[in-house]
């Protein structure tokens, strides 16, 4: 196992289990949220009334709020408090000859304070920013798909939202890594190498296919000259 994550298990059994919680919840919980949102928004792709479709069927979901709450809140509200305590006892051994284990370690946290801000901007400037009486499902995603246009084509909303995903999706699949080490799913160094590929794999095709949907809404105009 990863000298590092022995370490941070010296908390005691109640730790213990926090942490197996924390790993469920980003692996599962909020892993899928990203993989169904990913899905949502890739349907821009097809055209703007593809996309009102999609996001529609999705304000149209029955009990929408319920599973907002069980399947996005709570878990993100306690992944992100357990991860804050977590990053607060973090000890960096740079020095270490291990260094790719210690650079990933460092990096899995500075990509969850980096994710923190982003999904901070994110649902500041786009969830709340709808009017709160807008319930109509198709007119909601209609006024979303305006707003996201005039949101993300500047160059600095761009920008922000490139380094965000970044972050995310590389705390993402370092996560899927680190998963596999804490649950003793592999242990060879064989085994961990091709580990390391397979998420560096995901990762590349979850960071393309995001990198497509911001182009999409970055360059709605250039998109929308080419197809009149
Ligand atoms: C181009 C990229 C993205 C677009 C266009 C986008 C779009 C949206 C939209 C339209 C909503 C509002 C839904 C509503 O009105 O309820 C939303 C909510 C949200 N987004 Fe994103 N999003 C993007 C990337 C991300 C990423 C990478 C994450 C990371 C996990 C994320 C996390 C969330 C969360 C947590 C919510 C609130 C969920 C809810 O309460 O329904 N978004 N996003
Ligand atoms: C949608 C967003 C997120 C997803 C999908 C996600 C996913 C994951 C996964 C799969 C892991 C590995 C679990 C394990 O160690 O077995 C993890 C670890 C972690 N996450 Fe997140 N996470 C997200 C957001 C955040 C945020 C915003 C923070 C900010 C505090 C955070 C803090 C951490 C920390 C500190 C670790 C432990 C790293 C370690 O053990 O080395 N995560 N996350």
Redesign the pocket.
Known sequence: MDHNLLSEEKGGWGYFVLRQFHSITGLFL?GL??WL??A??LF?LRGEEAYIQA?SF??HLPY??LW?VLL??LP?IFHISMGCYIISRASFRLSCPNSLGNWLYFFQRLSALI?LM??AY??AY??LA?PVDLVDATA?ARW?LE??KRH?EKAEVFGL?LV??GA??FHYVNGIRLFCLRWGLVSSSTSRKILLGICGGIGGLMFWL?LE??LR?HLHREYLKAVI
């Open positions: 909020l949220f990203l949102h990913l949502t928004h821009i996001l999705i304000f929408l709020d907002r996005v809140w993100l994710a982003f999904l994110h649902i786009v969830k709808a909601r979303m707003h996201l993300l939202y965000g995903i995310l999706v995001w949907i911001l809404f």
